[in-house]
């Protein structure tokens, strides 16, 4: 069996800490995350990514069935919870999880490494267009925290992280996109060309 820290994951941590609320069934969970707004940090677009991922804490001992029930109007529903070694597992996660940074590898960097490809003006269009997509995306989710009860902040920490990112990447994209509407910042092939033959020269 493999170790319950090689198979962690954001998803798995979610179901974990709901299952730590209480015992429920995978329905009950996916409202939760909609709910709550978890999936903005947990990958539920794929519609079975929650039966899969209960799946794998079930094999891995991390989660238990707690009580299968039946109802001649609705499927059958399997009602889960956490075990000991998934409170372990939940703990020890999170604590990797906060302590030390993972290597990920999100779309944006690579598609920066890659922008030479583009046109500068291919290039400000997209990323203006990128500014407007997060002005509206940071006002929807400064909407929805406002809307929340008075919360303590223990339990919104997460929606304010996420808020603190996109406003530091939607800063730094209006850095640049002023940078290519002066002409600061801009480059063609011959220029390209050159300095691939200067670093080859070097």
Known sequence: MARSSDRRSPLALVLLSLLAEEPMHPYRMQQMIKERGKDKIANVAAR????????????????????????????????????????????????????????????????????????????????TQRAAALEAEIATQEAEVASVPDLPRLFTLDDEYLLAVRRAELRWIDGVVAALRSGELTWSEEWIRAIAEKLEGG
Not at 74 to 80: I, L, M, N
Not at 88 to 112: I, K, V
């Open 48 to 127: 079975n990514s929650v039966y899969q991922t209960i799946d794998r804490l079930l094999r891995t001992s991390l989660i238990a069935v707690r009580e299968t029930s039946r109802d001649e109007r609705r499927p059958e529903r399997t009602v889960y919870e956490i075990t000991e070694a998934g409170w372990d597992a939940l703990r020890s996660w999170t604590r990797g999880m906060l302590g030390a940074p993972a290597r990920e590898f999100p779309e944006f960097p690579a598609a920066l490494a890659s922008l030479m490809v583009l046109a500068p003006e291919d290039v400000l269009a997209e990323l």
